[in-house]
């Protein structure tokens, strides 16, 4: 899968209502867009960003709602971040049943892989949709490794 288009909009199912879901709102990175539906990454900088491949950073959960910062505005505006289950496409090795309860990375905002090489952590595997897509846990408050 490649990132959520510019414009566009992704209904990301959320599954299990009721698990510890939460919201909070988080300052957006100068220079960009957040999109809703799409996972939202801490970067070092203390804001969030569109989840994208890179180290160092933690997927806190997923955009609420758009907010566009391309324009690096001052402050910077917030956007609302859900926390809890939520479906997402996969790409490298397939994602079975078998890898619930693994560390998944964010490959970009909308797709999660087993591979650590050169991505951050997304969640926790909770196992497949009906669609095949990836149950991931996301929180602040779920330890990943």
């Not at 209502?17 to 070092?44: C, H, S, W």
């Not at 917030?78 to 964010?106: C, E, K, N, P, W």
Request: proline share 6%; charged share 15%; net charge negative.
């Amino acid at each position: 899968m490649t990132a959520i288009a510019a414009g566009a909009r992704r209904l990301t199912p959320q599954f299990g209502e009721g698990i510890n879901p939460q919201k909070f709102d988080m300052a957006v990175t100068a220079t960009k867009r957040a999109k809703a539906g799409g996972m939202a990454m801490l970067v070092t900088a203390g804001t969030v960003e569109p989840a994208a491949t890179g180290t160092g950073n933690v997927v806190l959960g997923v955009f609420d709602h758009d907010v566009d910062n391309s324009s690096s505005l001052s402050p910077a505006p917030v956007a609302r971040i859900m926390t809890g289950v939520f479906s997402f496409g996969q790409t490298g090795t397939t994602i079975t049943d078998a890898h619930i309860g693994t560390t998944l990375y964010a490959a970009d905002d909308q797709t999660v892989t087993l591979s650590s090489s050169g991505n951050s952590p997304a969640g926790t595997c909770m196992g497949l949709d009906d669609d095949g897509n990836v149950k991931v846990a996301i929180s602040p408050l779920l330890p990943i490794t």
